[in-house]
């Protein structure tokens, strides 16, 4: 597993990092604002130097100067000055010169060292000399001072002004040279000294501030998740692991919605167990409720294994553990036979209890010898309709067969259409009139009518829940695939028959849920001499 950071070491790296920002940034922005007020001050010395020197100079001389080069007590009188002032101010360089287009005419030069510029002399300019020179040399001068590094000259600030004659035009400019070094080591010394200072009160100000994060912040922090631990180890026991921040803020608050969250938590798992206990106990009980529900369908197949007149399957698949969907068969008498298929109103235990009800008393009444299954179905129908107050009701398909002759009689209220296959032939749904499902109102008279199987005929009866069948995008599968499927072997065994008709409704559903109960039964009738 991946080491990772504490909380302090992050908040200490966090300071550390910001530290070393401030540092820059501070030392960035002051040397900034060294730079901007020395360049300033070198600037305001600088011009004042120059325009003296310029309202000191005879402009009218300048031009006399530069065409003859001859020197005259008044030349040697400014050169004088200008040396003075070069040495009394501590100047580099002092000088006047005619600005021409690529290079520069000396008029005077200051300097007292053997490379000292004679009068007349030519020389390029340095870096950005000749745009300094074309904004000083005019009537309105902009002054502006220029810091170059010069091979020869060295690190210096320039500044020029204009020497204009008695027409008041600019002749010569008198430019300053003054050296840098000096402020370059100054602003490095004063760099390092108040680095040193941002440092140590930095420092300062990282020891106070992790102390009041570690004491306010980290340290409840830390207590809330060791706290947490602890709930989380022993969240089934009865030990209460209660938080005590006292910092006044957000935390003290989360604190206290903690311990509230913990409480509330343990009830919820006290009422979680009893509701679970509660819930497994229902569940045990469904479970064997849908098991006395499958063993009160007949689920033995063959049923009646001396009996080759025909042959019977179904099945039963609820949604739930247990289901409102039933069917029956059973002989009457040696030669006739009851077949069932039914539907209860809803689902779950109160669909369920409605059918053990409902086809308990279809089966009585048929089986006390009554041959006509609308009467079967009227007797039930009074029965079920007492006391019914959840208003349930059932929808029922109930077929009476002669087996000796293949005729029969059939009753169906509300329920869905049968669907018959002639032997060689395919099946077809049979559609009729139904009647109103039973248990709806008292008093109901059901329809029914006459019908005959012969020798290779077959019945297949289903509930609701097989055509209604639903896929992931909410398409039925409808009586058209059901007939698809049933047709796709015909002359298939019933239970062959219902296995081709659930897997195909199963292919189309998918992994979509099961909506509805699904109930199936198949029937071939093969003549009083048996199976041919």
Do not use: C
């Given at each position: 597993?991946?080491?990772?950071?504490?909380?302090?070491?992050?908040?200490?790296?966090?300071?550390?990092?910001?530290?070393?920002?401030m540092i820059l940034f501070t030392c960035a922005g002051i040397?900034?604002?060294?730079?901007?007020?020395?360049?300033?001050?070198?600037?305001?010395?600088?011009?004042?130097?120059?325009?003296?020197?310029?309202?000191?100079?005879?402009?009218?001389?300048?031009?006399?100067?530069?065409?003859?080069?001859?020197?005259?007590?008044?030349?040697?009188?400014?050169l004088n000055y200008l040396r003075a002032a070069q040495k009394e101010s501590n100047l580099k360089y002092y000088y006047v010169f005619v600005p021409l287009e690529?290079?520069?005419?000396?008029?005077?030069?200051?300097?007292?060292?053997?490379?000292?510029c004679e009068l007349g002399y030519h020389e390029q300019y340095m870096a950005n000399g000749k745009e300094n020179a074309a904004q000083s040399f005019r009537k309105d001068p902009i002054e502006e001072i220029t810091?170059?590094?010069?091979?020869?000259?060295?690190?210096?600030a320039s500044a020029c002004s204009p020497v204009f004659d008695s027409a008041g035009e600019p002749v010569a400019l008198v430019a300053v040279d003054m050296a840098m070094e000096g402020f370059i080591q100054a602003l490095v010394s004063f760099m390092a000294a108040a680095a040193q200072t941002i440092l140590?009160?930095?420092?300062?100000?990282?020891?106070?501030?992790?102390?009041?994060?570690?004491?306010?912040?980290?340290?409840?922090?830390?207590?809330?998740?060791?706290?947490?631990?602890?709930?989380?180890?022993?969240?089934?026991?009865?030990?209460?692991?209660?938080?005590?921040?006292?910092?006044?803020?957000?935390?003290?608050?989360l604190a206290g919605s903690f311990n509230q969250m913990n409480g509330e938590l343990r009830?919820?798992?006290?009422?979680?167990?009893?509701?679970?206990?509660e819930k497994e106990r229902i569940g045990a009980e469904l479970n064997v409720a849908a098991q006395i529900q499958?063993?009160?369908?007949?689920?033995?197949?063959?049923?009646?294994?001396?009996?080759?007149?025909?042959?019977?399957?179904?099945?039963?698949?609820?949604?739930?553990?247990?289901?409102?969907?039933?069917?029956?068969?059973?002989?009457?008498?040696?030669?006739?036979?009851?077949?069932?298929?039914?539907?209860?109103?809803?689902?779950?235990?109160?669909?369920?209890?409605?059918?053990?009800?409902a086809k308990t008393l279809i089966k009585n009444h048929a089986q006390l010898g009554e041959y006509s299954p609308a009467k079967v179905l009227m007797q039930a129908n009074e029965q079920l309709c007492e006391g019914n107050e959840a208003e349930l009701f059932v929808t029922v398909w109930l077929a009476i067969l002669e087996i000796s002759t293949g005729k029969g009689r059939a009753a169906n209220a509300g329920h869905e259409h049968p669907a018959l296959r002639r032997r060689g032939g395919k099946y077809e749904l049979i559609e009729y009139r139904h009647s109103p499902a039973v248990a709806t109102m008292e008093g109901i008279r059901f329809r029914e009518h006459d019908f005959e199987l012969h020798p290779g005929d077959s019945v297949f009866v289903y509930t609701d829940g097989v055509p209604e069948a639903t896929d992931a995008h909410n398409e039925l599968y409808g009586t058209e695939r059901m007939l698809e499927a049933l047709n796709l072997d015909p002359e298939a065994s019933p239970k062959n028959i219902l296995e081709n008709v659930k897997n195909s409704v199963d292919k189309f559903v998918g992994d979509a849920p099961q909506f509805d109960d699904l109930t199936m039964l198949g029937f071939t009738y093969f003549g009083a001499g048996g199976e041919n």
């Open positions: 597993m991946k080491k990772r950071l504490t909380l302090t070491a992050k908040a200490l790296l966090a300071m550390v990092a910001l530290s070393v920002l040397a900034m604002r060294y730079y901007n007020e020395t360049k300033a001050y070198y600037s305001r010395s600088a011009f004042a130097y120059t325009r003296t020197a310029a309202e000191f100079i005879d402009g009218d001389t300048i031009a006399r100067y530069y065409e003859t080069g001859e020197k005259d007590d008044y030349y040697y009188n400014v690529d290079e520069v005419v000396y008029i005077w030069d200051a300097d007292n060292s053997g490379d000292a810091i170059n590094s010069d091979a020869t000259y060295g690190y210096i140590v009160v930095i420092f300062v100000a990282i020891l106070l501030l992790y102390y009041f994060m570690r004491r306010y912040m980290i340290k409840p922090i830390e207590i809330l998740n060791s706290s947490a631990k602890k709930m989380v180890e022993h969240l089934e026991a009865d030990e209460y692991t209660k938080i005590d921040i006292r910092t006044g803020d957000e935390l003290q608050e009830d919820y798992i006290r009422k979680l167990t009893v509701v679970t206990a499958a063993d009160m369908l007949p689920s033995i197949f063959p049923p009646f294994p001396d009996r080759n007149e025909f042959d019977i399957y179904a099945t039963m698949d609820p949604a739930k553990e247990v289901g409102g969907d039933f069917y029956d068969f059973f002989l009457i008498d040696d030669d006739h036979i009851a077949l069932v298929m039914a539907d209860v109103s809803g689902k779950g235990v109160p669909a369920s209890l409605f059918m053990v009800i």
